[in-house]
């Protein structure tokens, strides 16, 4: 493992009560993110805290996939979305109202506005995918996320983010289904977890911040995984999203345009589509059918 990695995500576990916990430090992944589009800093920040609770429930896939964290709105920011597969990748990006005026320390309950909804899909690899919808609950990121976690998975939940422009951080602390636990313990755990400020969750690494909280009942720490910015849009993806709008469709758009373009929302990647291409794809000269047609009505 590269020792300079800092995008990393640590499993930790209490061995006198039955609490699991993780951390999660992204560096280099939501540099490459923020990288990508001008976000403005409220969105930017919810942005990240997002990107690192969807690289914490990640870690609970059971089966080859991926996990969707969306939170939408119907106010000048639009929606949210984070995705993390279990090949430890993750991607993220939001849409908002461009021409909005958004100030650097607006809540995110007031950018959303009525009506929102926290969205968790889970979308195995091979079957069919699960989705879970809750009305948003709190002001934050990680107070929506316990809220939904409470309601949705009946787990006790509590979870900590922290997001500036370099790094995107998390502490989720879970009491193991199942099994007993004090109240008292429980109550002592996260009330030692609320002392961490979002400075130390941007700064420090699983091993020093881990020790600072809970030097007294130091939790048993599992050797970190390496997380990865990796964006599965494709050629071949967009191709098929033409097939599905239609030969008139693309063709009308093409014989307009010269050509089709579509940007990918992840990484800005843009695929270009001339009217050599789409003919290939449909198999047909449907570009020049559309002139024609165009040419006959007049």
């Not at 995500?9 to 061995?15: A, E, G, H, L, V």
Request: glycine letters at 8%.
């Amino acid at each position: 493992m590269n020792p300079n990695n800092q995008d990393l995500r640590t499993r930790f576990i209490f061995d006198d009560m039955p609490v699991r916990g993780l951390h999660v430090r992204l560096e280099e992944v939501w540099r490459h993110i923020v990288g990508r589009k001008q976000y403005p800093a409220a969105i930017r920040r919810a942005l990240g805290e997002l990107l690192a609770a969807g690289a914490l429930l990640s870690s609970n896939l059971k089966l080859e996939g991926t996990l969707i964290v969306q939170v939408q709105g119907q106010g000048r920011l639009k929606m949210l979305v984070v995705e993390a597969t279990s090949n430890q990748t993750c991607r993220a990006t939001a849409r908002w109202d461009e021409t909005a005026q958004i100030g650097g320390n607006e809540t995110l309950r007031n950018l959303l506005g009525e009506n929102g909804v926290f969205v968790i899909t889970v979308q195995p690899q091979d079957g069919e995918p699960w989705q879970g919808v809750v009305p948003l609950e709190g002001g934050s990121i990680a107070e929506m996320l316990t809220h939904y976690m409470l309601r949705s998975e009946q787990l006790e939940t509590h979870i900590t983010l922290a997001a500036d422009g370099d790094t995107a951080s998390g502490l989720l602390l879970q009491r193991l289904p199942e099994e007993a636990l004090d109240e008292d313990a429980w109550a002592h755990v996260t009330a030692l977890a609320d002392t961490v400020t979002a400075e130390e969750l941007l700064k420090l690494d699983a091993q020093h911040l881990l020790y600072r909280l809970f030097h007294e009942t130091p939790p048993r720490v599992f050797e970190p995984e390496t997380l990865e910015f990796a964006c599965t849009c494709s050629r071949g993806k967009v191709s098929d999203m033409l097939l599905m709008l239609g030969g008139e469709e693309v063709g009308s758009i093409v014989a307009e345009e010269g050509s089709i373009s579509v940007d990918c929302d992840f990484c800005n990647e843009k695929y270009v589509f001339d009217e050599t291409d789409v003919n290939a794809l449909f198999g047909a000269d449907v570009v020049n059918a559309v002139r024609e047609e165009q040419h006959r009505l007049q």
